[in-house]
Every structure is written in C-alpha cells, then in structure tokens.
C-alpha cells in the first residue's frame, strides 16, 4: 500500500518547479484546481511519459536539465506500470485488456485441450501431405491450397465431404505426383495456353488408340491402375502364398507367378505405347513449347512422369485426384484426425454456446456504460465466444437507437456512428474503454495511481455526474489512488464533495516565477460565509462582499440598495460620495443576521478603501493571493477606468444614460473620441475583456475570478492606476 506519493518535476513541459508529497494515509483521492495555463496537462503528460519509460524534457529549453521523480514514502520509485493517466479524449483509444475481462478459464481450458487434442492429428498429416505435395511455403500452405481446389470450404469440410470417398477407396494412383511440380504458377500459365491444350487433346487421343490396342492394357485399365494392383497384391503376400494372376491377351490367358512378371509384362507395354513414332512426335512438340529456364524443372518432371500427360487435359480434376490419392495413401492419419475431430466438435459446440452466455466481467462493464451514460446507443459484445475460446480481438457491436416515435434500432460500424456522434457523446464511449482498463487493472489486483486530466470536459450535465460516481467507485478501491486535475472550479467543488475530500485532499495551484506550488485550499464552501463574519474586521473581505449582497437586492427587490451598491462596482454620479456609513446601513438590511454590525471609520469614503486596499495588494509579494484580495483589485480596475473615461469624455448626460454595460459603452464611446491615444486604449481593452463576468458574481460562481492570474491582475491594476493619462 502506498502511503505517500513524493512527486518532483523540474523542466517538464513548461512546468520549472514542482514539488510535492501527497498523503494517501487518510483518503487516496486528491483534486487539483489549475486554472488554464499553470500545470494541468504538462503534468499529466509529464507522468504519461513516466508511464510509458519515455524521457521527459522542456519543449522551449531543452537544454534545461530535466528532473522526473514520483516516489513511494519509502523513496522507492513508482513502478511505470502504477501509473495511468487518463486524458481528457483519445479518440483511438482501446485498452489492451478488454480481452481479459472475457475469461472463463476453465472453458478455455477444456476448449484448448480438445483444440490441441485434434491440432496433434491434424498436424502429424500437414506434415505428410506437405511431404508428399512439395507445399513447405510458410503459413497454411496446404490448407489454403485444398481450400482453392474445393470450393472455398475449410479444410474440415473438406474431409468430411471426402470421408466417404477415402473409406470406399483403396485405388491412390497419384499419390507419387508432386502436386508442387505440376501447379506452379508459371507452369499453369503455361498449361492453360491454347496451343498446348490443343497439342495434349491431340496426345490424349493418340495415347487412348495405342491403350485400345494393347494386349493387356484398355482405356480404364492402364499401367497406372496395374501398378496400383501390383502394390496392393505385394502389400497382402498374394505371389509368396502360391497364387498367379490371369491376363487376357486378346485370345488368351496369360498366367503370370510373380511380381516381377507382372512389372516385366506393363513395362513392355507401356514401353510400345510410349515409343510409338507418331506419339513421340506430339510429345516431342509439348517438349519444344517447355524450353525456357522457367519452365525447365517441369520439363525434367514431365520426362519422368509422360503417363500424366492425359491428365493435364482438365486440371482442376487432376488437382482434386492428386489430393484425394494422397489421402487415401494416408488414410490411417486422415481417420484418426477425422475420428478426433468428430469426438471433440459435439463439445466444443457445447462450449461456444455456454461462452456467448457467459456473465463475464465484460457484460458488467457494458451495464455500467448503458445504464449510467445517456448516448443514442447500446453496446454488446459481438464476438465474446471467440474471445473467450480463441483469444481473439474484442468486436463490440453499436446499436443505434433513432429517438422518434417508432423507436427504431439499427447495427452500425463504429467508424459510421463517430461521424453522428455529438463531441460529448464520443467522449463517452471513449471513457467506456477507460472503464474496460480500470476494471482489468481491479481483477488483476495491479495497485494504480490514475491521473485524471479533466475526464469530465465538455460533458453534458447527466455524463458529468456518472463519471463523477465512477470516479468515486474507484476511490473506494483499496489498490487504487486518484490525482484528479481540472481547470473546471465547478467541477472542482463537485468532486471533492461528491468524493468526500478533507481540507487536506483539496489543493490549488499556484505558478511563482520559479516554478509551481500545490496549496491546501482556502475556502473549502462557500467563502461568503466566512466573510460575513469578518465584514468589520477586515477590508478586503468587506469589499470583496459587495458583489455578493448586490446580488441578493436584487433578487430580493431592494432596488435601491442594488442601486447604491452598483455604484461601488461601476463609477456612477454618487461613487465618490458613497461612505462606510452607508454601505453599513446597506448592509445590515440586506444581511438580517448582522443587524449589529458596525464598521469602523464611518465617515470614509468607500471608494478611497477600494483604492488603497488595491495599493496593498499590489505592494505584496506573496503569491498566494486570496480570492477576497483579487475580487478588490478586479473591482479597484474596473472603478479607476470608469473615472478616467468619465473625466476625458466629459459628457455627463451621455455617462448618466448609460444604464447596462457601462464599461463597454465608456470604451467604444473613448475609442471613437480618442482614436489616437493607442496605449489607453489598448489597457482599456484589457480592462474590457477581465471585469464584465467577473465581479458581477450572479448565483456566487465566483470561478472566473479564480481563473485569473494574479501577477496579471496586478500588473493591469498598476497600468490603470499609473499609465492612463
């Protein structure tokens, strides 16, 4: 169990400085808030690298030595495999352990054994039909051959097709031929020519007249059947018991004794078929068509084997005889593999329907993803029996459903339903195999740190929440810890309450110009609460307050406290004449449990507070500025422009009939009148594009103003304050 994790990051992807130790001790979740632009996806990226064994270094100085530790609390380095980080969308992500999440592995074990029981006979006849063939080629040579030569099927219906046949049949006249020799490629070409067809059909005829006239030899009855008899009678003793053979001669019988008898007799009669003069012309004319270098070796065959010249006439039956004598020439290796593959196909039928209804770990993944994740469609597995029993890749099959009155539903590619999908509802199905991965890292018992770099972006509502409950699942796992990071502050507050983070588990980011700091966060609720307590105590947080129960009067109908109030967020007529006095008598009647408060210095003005707490902030070097303390210099920014626009347009009735946006209206109203003055301009934009959002803190999300920069809030509150002339 890990404890600690002491993680140190120096030139990291922009990331100068980062040191930390993280306390799993209590709760092994954390969440980070790093607004845009401080860390977020350079450390993720920082800890994919370390994840992988990739180097890490600094992409605009690379030159900088680069430092990468992430330590348990004993300074043993993390292992690359605890770590998995988890992007915001890998769009062709697909985690590597889906497979395992498919396993019964007692089926898969029954299912090999019977795979291996009929792979031992099938492959003890590969290896004799490749003998025999000459196919010694790499990969399924004799399989992919039978599969051409007999329609496509699979090399066990070819046999059970044939079993008959092989059984019936004792006759394997071929089994000699090379099948190789003959069906090479090149040597095809050449025997499907229109010349050499019409010259063997011309050969095939001449060779059937001289067979015809033959003592003993008859169309049906050639030397090739002969030797066939003459094997089969030497095999069975049948010449040592005694016994002869008849051979009509035309008129007679001919008693022949022996096995040599018999050979001498064919081969003299082979000998006058083949020496005929008129049948050595056609041969020598097929032998002149095979004099280039490609064609001799079948040539050289050929020469060896004339009595196969007839066959050639139809090739494709040739090829299935050659094939059928061999296994007939091998019929006890063909039975047993036959006999093996009867026996264990009834039980492997059996195991593949037991495999596609199996309740597997998968199926649960797939019920979390369909129930939790509103997406137009429905996952199931296509292929779970073959991943079980054979190890196969995964298929899932998407079911679309149209969400119209008929309800209908369709299968679709993957491909095809990415092109309908909204970027919300891709970014679901890729946290499906996010779940695939965290459920074969729980089976496997692999202790994980998952860095979570903002999983729930761009999600609808109803997806965030589902992920954030899958993310509390996982920090429920005893094995698993979660660094979870976001530039989101209201997703921020979702997790760690949703997660029941302590003070300690919710940190903030903080970049200095020397690197990054990770603080405990300050308000843990709503800071509000805490300001109320300390409106008479502490100016900042009696300013930073306004915006709040300006807000409130006016929901509650206060108009005109929601008037005065405007007046501290925007320079109006009475600005300058607002006091402490009050802003306390405001106060009290919007806030009815503070009907006792009293502020100090009543008579000051409430504008010259803004100001000069705005002048201490900026006169600070701590970078951890508070949310109060960048509320004030938003205000102080805004309130400075305000008046220098007000005092250089000079137009009170234009300023006094300005009643929504008035620091819009101010600006293009300086721009237009000021066209020159690029400087003040240009800090007036700023001005523009940081205050409308933030300090108008409608329903107290205060997440923009958090966003910001502090060095930037500072330095644009300097340039208003010294630069606009």
């Known amino acids: ?67 990468r530790e992430i330590k348990n609390e004993l300074d043993i380095d993390i292992s690359a495999q605890q770590i998995f980080v988890i992007e915001p969308y890998l769009e062709k992500y697909k985690s590597d352990k889906l497979s395992t999440l498919l396993v019964n592995r007692a089926l898969k074990d029954r299912y090999e054994e019977i795979l291996e029981a009929i792979d031992k006979e099938k492959n003890n006849l590969i290896s004799k039909l490749k003998q025999l063939s000459g196919l010694t080629s790499r990969g399924n040579p004799i399989e992919n051959e039978l599969s051409k030569v007999f329609g496509n099927k699979s090399f066990f219906d070819i046999l059970l097709d044939l079993e008959n046949f092989v059984a019936e049949n004792t006759e394997h006249k071929f089994s000699a031929i090379t099948y190789n020799k003959i069906f090479e ?39 090739s059947n002969v030797s066939e008899i003459q094997k089969n009678l030497k095999s069975n003793g049948f010449f040592e018991a005694q016994h002869s053979v008849n051979l009509f001669n035309g008129t007679s019988n001919d008693i022949i004794t022996s096995e040599v008898d018999l050979q001498e007799i064919i081969s003299k009669e082979m000998e006058t ?36 010249l ?54 649960d993944v797939i019920n979390i993803f369909n129930k939790r994740f509103s997406v137009p469609f429905k996952l199931e597995m296509r292929n779970q029996d073959d991943v079980i029993l054979k190890s196969e890749t995964p298929n899932l099959n998407f079911i679309f459903s149209d969400d119209d009155a008929l309800h209908q539903e369709k299968n679709i590619e993957e491909p095809e339903l990415m092109k309908v999908l909204s970027q919300g509802e891709r970014r679901a199905l890729y946290i499906l195999h996010i779940i695939f991965e965290v459920r074969a890292r729980k089976n496997a018992n692999q202790e994980t740190i998952f860095i979570v770099d903002d999983i729930a972006d761009s999600f609808d509502y109803k997806n965030k929440y589902a992920i954030i409950e899958y993310l509390k699942e996982i920090s429920e796992e005893p094995l698993f810890y979660q660094i979870i990071l976001t530039h989101n502050f209201d997703f921020h507050r979702t997790i760690t309450s949703r997660l029941n983070m302590g003070r300690n588990n919710k940190l903030n980011t903080i970049r200095t110009t020397t690197g990054i700091n990770l603080v405990t966060e300050k308000y843990q609720n709503n800071p509000f609460s805490y300001w109320k307590d300390n409106l008479h105590t502490n100016s900042e947080m009696l300013i930073a307050s306004i ?40 106060l009290k009647t919007i806030l009815i449990d503070k009907a006792t408060l009293s502020l100090a210095s009543p008579g000051n003005l409430v504008i010259d507070v803004i100001y000069n707490s705005a002048n201490i902030i900026l006169g600070t070097v701590n970078q951890n500025i508070d949310l109060e303390n960048k509320i004030v210099l938003a205000i102080a920014i805004r309130l400075k422009a305000e008046e220098f626009m007000v005092a250089k347009i000079n137009d009170n009735v234009f300023w006094n009939g ?50 910001m920069s502090n060095e930037h809030l500072k330095q644009l509150y300097q340039a208003v304050r010294d630069t606009l002339i």
Request: hydrophobic share 35%; glycine share 2%; charged share 25%.
């Open 1 to 67: 169990m890990i404890t600690t994790l002491k993680i140190k990051f120096d030139n990291c992807y922009g990331i100068k400085s980062l040191s930390h130790a993280f306390d799993f001790s209590v709760k092994k979740v954390f969440s980070i808030y790093a607004p845009n632009g401080t860390m977020k996806t350079s450390f993720a990226k920082t800890c994919k690298d370390y994840s992988a064994n990739k180097t890490t270094s600094d992409i605009i100085f690379p030159e900088r030595v680069t430092i």
């Open 185 to 223: 490629e090149k040597v095809v070409a050449f025997l499907n020519t229109k010349d050499f067809k019409k010259q063997i059909q011309e050969y095939i005829e001449r060779y059937n007249t001289l067979i015809e006239s033959s003592k003993y030899l008859k169309k049906g009855f050639n030397h």
């Open 273 to 308: 078929v083949l020496s005929d003069a008129d049948i050595q012309k056609k041969f020598n004319d097929i032998d002149s068509k095979l004099s280039n270098a490609q064609l001799r070796e079948f040539r050289e065959y050929l020469f060896d084997n004339k009595d196969i």
């Open 310 to 363: 007839p066959e050639l006439s139809n090739l494709e039956k040739f090829k299935k005889d050659i094939w059928t004598s061999y296994f007939i020439d091998q019929k006890d290796l063909y039975n047993r593999l036959i006999e093996e593959y009867k026996k264990g196909r009834e039980e492997i039928e059996a195991i593949i329907i037991q495999a596609k209804a199996e309740a597997t770990d998968w199926k």
């Open 547 to 586: 915006p709040f129960v300006r807000n409130i009067a006016e929901y509650s109908g206060q108009d005109n406290i929601f008037s005065n109030l405007t007046s501290l967020l925007h320079f109006k007529s009475n600005t300058s004449t607002i006091t402490i006095a009050a802003l306390e008598t405001n």
């Open 658 to 707: 300005i009643t929504t946006n008035q620091t819009y209206a101010l600006i293009q109203r300086f721009k237009n009148d000021f066209t020159g003055e690029t400087a003040n301009i240009e800090i007036l934009e700023q001005v523009n594009l940081m205050t409308p959002e933030n300090i108008h803190l409608n329903s107290f999300m205060y997440e923009p103003i958090l966003d």
